[in-house]
């Protein structure tokens, strides 16, 4: 039986918090209390199996505050089930992929060094069709009760492709761009805008390469607003479809890149830098895929107190960043239990709060009980943090087959 008597008082009023949300708060009282949720017998044996257990989480690393809630979110599973998250930090998604890949290959099907991923868009088409997942198993975690699991929900497409219950949702993204309102006194609020704006202004804007998501991402978006017939980009890239939907795009890019930081000769390395790049003043725009990038960086320092989001009137990408665990990891169970933790209202609660992540919860609201509802409702806000209002339609992301030939693309053009 779990005793909070080793624990400081704060961790005990975390605890308790996290036990009561639980459903668990019986086992830290009287003997005969009531649970009022008490596990599944499969549930618990996946509590049992998971205990003791290290996940080896790999995610992306390039973020500090992201870096910081998965520190958190191993501290709480620990207490909750005795099992350690260990982040492994990439630089791309992709090697993980490849670990597993090169996993199966030798042979190795089981005790794989990935115990779980955070995933979404080409890498986990990759995976799906080498059949490098585990599950499904979305619907055996408790809190998918939270999750709206309908057809074509933004649970369980991820960048057009059916989850299947393969991978689990844990935040959304929305794109958007960070402007200094005290340089930028009329944004421009569309990509034929930016050109304007860029060729006004030249120098004073960039974009993360291409080989990285958010230069991705950027592409991504002028494609969507610049393309003749967006419903192209719903299918797999055909060469005859990639030529016709990218033809608008490479004649804009070819108009700015001149106009580019340094006359798009170098870029940053990832959307970290380019926000550095705008707190000192060498750029007067930069890129996110969190609405709460700006109120974010104000509060911690790293950007002005004048930086605010810009969102394109026709909206912006959005998409939702998911969780999977390979067929072959070593700590299945533990993944399980920490996949549900992420799922808890109160985690995506914390997680949504801008003092400590500010991404927006991918939770289905009309799930909540009132004080779930509350929590949320009491969540702080800055003036630079935009109301999903604010944000205005979420476009579609492409199938995962163009962000791959817009790389190569591009690559071929501009970086030979």
Not at 51 to 56: F, I, P, R, S
Not at 391 to 398: A, K, S, V
Request: proline share 6%.
């Amino acid at each position: 039986m779990m005793t909070l008597l080793n624990y400081s008082r704060a961790t005990q009023l975390s605890i308790i918090l996290l036990m009561t949300s639980l459903g668990l708060l019986s086992q830290l009282t009287h003997a005969n209390a009531t649970p009022t949720s008490a596990p599944t017998p499969k549930w618990q044996q996946t509590i049992d199996q998971g205990a003791g257990d290290t996940v080896y989480w790999h995610a992306w690393g390039g973020d500090v505050r992201t870096n910081d809630f998965i520190t958190w979110v191993g501290e709480q599973t620990e207490i909750l089930y005795d099992v350690k998250v260990k982040q492994v930090k990439l630089s791309s998604t992709s090697e993980a992929v490849t670990q597993v890949l090169a996993e199966k290959a030798a042979g190795q099907n089981t005790d794989g060094a990935v115990d779980m991923v955070w995933i979404n868009g080409a890498n986990f088409l990759a995976m799906k069709e080498q059949e490098l997942l585990h599950g499904p198993f979305v619907a055996d975690l408790p809190n998918a009760k939270y999750l709206d699991l309908s057809p074509n929900a933004p649970a369980t497409v991820d960048f057009t492709e059916a989850v299947a219950g393969l991978e689990v949702p844990w935040r959304l993204a929305r794109f958007v761009f960070i402007v200094d309102s005290k340089r930028v006194t009329k944004a421009p609020l569309s990509m034929a805008q930016m050109l304007t704006w860029a060729k006004a202004n030249p120098g004073r804007l960039t974009h993360p390469v291409v080989s990285n998501f958010m230069g991705t991402t950027f592409l991504k978006q002028a494609l969507i607003e610049l393309t003749p017939d967006v419903s192209l980009l719903q299918q797999p890239a055909t060469e005859q479809a990639f030529i016709t939907a990218t033809a608008p795009l490479w004649r804009w890019y070819d108009a700015i890149k001149p106009h580019l930081w340094r006359a798009g000769k170098n870029f940053p390395e990832n959307e970290s830098i380019q926000q550095q790049m705008l707190s000192d003043g060498a750029i007067d725009i930069a890129m996110a895929f969190d609405p709460a990038a700006a109120a974010a960086g104000i509060a911690s320092g790293l950007l002005p107190t004048s930086a605010r989001i810009l969102v394109p009137s026709l909206g912006s990408l959005g998409n939702v960043s998911f969780v999977a665990i390979p067929y072959n990891a070593s700590h299945k169970a533990a993944a399980k239990l920490v996949a549900n933790f992420l799922l808890q209202p109160e985690t995506q609660a914390h997680m949504q709060n801008i003092n400590v992540l500010g991404s927006f919860s991918v939770l289905d609201p009309t799930q909540f009980n009132e004080t779930q509802a509350q929590v949320f409702a009491d969540l702080p806000t800055s003036e630079a943090l935009p109301t999903l209002t604010d944000l205005g339609p979420t476009l579609l992301e492409p199938h995962a087959s163009w962000s791959v030939q817009l790389k190569q693309q591009w690559s071929q053009r501009y970086s030979q």
